[in-house]
């Protein structure tokens, strides 16, 4: 495996970091007193203009749809081993990704509907998607059960002639506070007499359809991240073309793997580029501040922190890469392991050393004047976003194993000694 960047993607790295110097960084507090505004006008929920403005600036650099490989509708899309460095740039700030039109949930989504979708599929929602037209949200988690065994999704999805008939209610519905969220993918049951992992199916849905309604947005640590949001949405009847069915009945949880596999791996290279923010403003401040005589920076246990943080961020990285190598050479279904590794080691390393981060600034860590608070509450959802931690270390738990499973006739006897 050779993972030295191309010249291709040293060149496009570069052009990323000038654009992130020159337009994201300066503004991270006028996107965040934008926010605030709206809300203290009454509407959290709109978008802003900072990163509306910089959006026509990013395509002119070349920096849009970075995220989508092997479409001829986005022939500017990378593998996922090209992607992995720029991604982990603009995982440095949070709304970043967005700038560049590839961020979560529409990334994902618009991988499925360029998979899954039919040309009228794609036609309808994945070309307004791709030109940042509107945006999208994902569907599958639900308060009244323990979603992440996804086979008691009981969201109901029948069919009735032309149409399918939808009801049920999702909660973490990420995207779905935006009011350019236009579409859904839904995933719920259209066959519950059906074999365990053939009763769930995907289907697109109109984000206006009658019977959809968004019941609340959903805080995290306190942050209600608008204007993106986390939404609890109901479905009461809504009815939906059969053409928005992805692929066919039954081919929910196919898909399923095909959508979070490049999800996973995408949140963690973004988890790398927020860890290695956190580093330098630990280095930073640890630097500039002085504590007991001496500068905090030549406190050991700091340098220890510090050491720990290159090490893990390290380790990570390189993990990710690999990932991204299998997935673009064997594909996700061989890469699943290495996936699993990484969506469990990236967000808990993120959050160590978010934390780190936090404590060396003292107070003002976990204060509006610093990134950190808001980076660690968007990271730590990331132990439940596409999986949590459990599920995944189950999975791989199981991969293991299965590598040395032996019958019982290769099991040797004991042998016995007769008195």
């Not at 580029?273 to 580093?279: D, F, I, N, Y």
């Not at 590794?341 to 003002?364: C, E, F, L, Y």
Request: proline letters at 5%.
């Amino acid at each position: 495996m050779e993972f030295d960047y191309s010249p291709k993607v040293r060149e496009m790295q570069a052009r990323l970091l000038a654009f992130m110097d020159e337009h994201i960084y300066p503004n991270e507090n006028t996107y965040y007193d934008e926010v605030a505004t709206n809300r203290a006008k009454g509407n959290a929920w709109v978008p802003t203009k900072i990163v509306e403005e910089l959006k026509p600036k990013a395509r002119a650099a070349g920096l849009w749809n970075l995220f989508l490989p092997q479409s001829p509708r986005a022939p500017e899309g990378l593998s996922n081993l090209e992607y992995a460095p720029l991604c982990e740039i603009m995982g440095r700030v949070p709304w970043a990704p967005e700038v560049f039109n590839c961020s979560a949930p529409d990334t994902g989504n618009m991988e499925t509907i360029e998979r899954y979708g039919t040309e009228a599929n794609k036609d309808e929602w994945l070309e307004p998607l791709l030109k940042g037209e509107i945006r999208s949200a994902f569907l599958m988690t639900e308060p009244a059960v323990a979603s992440s065994d996804a086979t008691n999704i009981e969201c109901s999805m029948r069919r009735e002639g032309d149409e399918y008939v939808i009801n049920g209610r999702k909660w973490w519905s990420s995207g779905a506070g935006d009011p350019r969220c236009a579409v859904y993918i839904v995933m719920g049951k259209t066959d519950p007499e059906a074999a365990r992992h053939s009763q769930q199916s995907m289907i697109l849905v109109p984000s206006n359809a009658k019977g959809v309604k968004v019941i609340r947005a959903l805080n995290v640590f306190g942050w209600d991240d608008a204007p993106h949001g986390h939404m609890e949405v109901e479905l009461k009847d809504v009815r939906v073309p059969v053409g928005n069915l992805l692929v066919g009945e039954g081919q929910g949880f196919a898909i399923a793997q095909g959508r979070l596999g490049p999800g996973r791996i995408h949140h963690c290279m973004r988890s790398i580029g927020a860890a290695e923010r956190a580093l330098e403003l630990m280095c930073q401040r640890l630097n500039s501040r002085t504590a007991f005589g001496r500068r905090i920076s030549e406190q050991g246990v700091w340098r220890e922190r510090i050491a720990e943080s290159r090490c893990m961020i390290e380790q990570a990285r390189l993990l990710t890469l690999k990932a991204a190598y299998m997935m673009d050479t064997v594909g996700n279904k061989v890469a699943q392991a290495e996936i699993a590794m990484i969506k469990i080691v990236a967000p808990n390393m993120s959050t160590r050393i978010i934390d780190w981060a936090m404590q060396a600034h003292g107070g003002a860590g976990i204060s509006q004047d610093f990134p950190l608070a808001y980076s660690y509450a968007h990271q730590r959802t990331l132990r439940f976003a596409d999986g949590p931690d459990e599920v995944h270390r189950n999975a791989l738990a199981k991969l293991e194993l299965a590598k040395h499973a032996v019958s019982a006739k290769e099991v040797e006897m004991p042998v016995t000694r007769g008195s």
